[in-house]
């Protein structure tokens, strides 16, 4: 059974700048929590994934795109993977941030951000787990087409390091789609990856904001 989050449905917005910092990552084998979540898409189990690689064949690096209708500030990105060699952690991947022209569109249009960071051991090989990229704060407007790609970014010693983007078995998101850039060569994949959109907590009015209620089941 597949799961929504919407969340945080909010009026106004109010903001305080933060420093930049370097991307870190975090791994647990279960999902992220909700309160910060403004949009995200799971399902139970494991109903398969795309290859993200860097080995001797084309680079292939694996997205989601998606519309925001409310501005936010974009702290983090959970992402479920399973390794699939024992040479995937430990690797250098970068997570490129950009804006799409619609719903429809499979190439990134404007680079905003790019953070690389090493994959770090506690991803075993194998095994699924829920990834958060913790990036430098994002300020997203709202009625915007944005997007993310993960992929490896280790050079010419990368032999074989291979990672499988699971997605929810469907078309889950009508204002996205999960997407692939093969070298230079961008196409829409067939199913939305499981993919979680954490917020900067807001305050509206001096009370702070946020329905965190319990996910609603949708059938796939």
Avoid at 69 to 76: G, N, T
Avoid at 105 to 121: F, G, I, K, R, V
Avoid at 134 to 150: K, V
Avoid at 194 to 204: C, E, G, M
Wanted: aromatic fraction near 8%.
């Amino acid at each position: 059974m597949l799961q929504r989050v919407v969340n945080l449905s909010f009026t106004m917005l109010l903001v305080t700048a933060l420093p930049a910092a370097a991307m870190t990552i975090t791994v647990s084998p279960d999902p992220p929590p909700m309160t910060d979540v403004l949009l995200g898409y799971d399902v139970d189990g494991d109903v398969g994934g795309y290859l993200c690689s860097h080995g001797t064949a084309t680079v292939v690096d694996i997205g989601q795109t998606f519309r925001l209708y409310q501005a936010a500030v974009l702290e983090r990105i959970t992402i479920k993977v399973r390794p699939l060699t024992d040479g995937t952690t430990g690797e250098l991947v970068t997570l490129k941030f950009g804006t799409f022209s619609d719903p429809d569109d499979d190439s990134m249009n404007e680079l905003l951000a790019a953070e690389t960071q090493m994959l770090p051991a506690e991803i075993p090989t194998g095994e699924v787990r829920y990834v958060t990229f913790d990036i430098s704060d994002l300020e997203l407007a709202a009625e915007r087409q944005y997007g993310f790609l993960l992929g490896f970014t280790g050079g010419g010693h990368v032999k074989d390091a291979r990672l499988d983007m699971l997605h929810v078995g469907s078309d889950a998101y009508a204002d996205g789609q999960a997407v692939e850039m093969a070298g230079a060569v961008t196409s829409p994949l067939s199913y939305d990856l499981v993919f979680f959109l954490h917020i900067r907590s807001v305050f509206i009015d001096g009370f702070e904001s946020g329905d965190t209620s319990s996910w609603s089941a949708i059938d796939p």
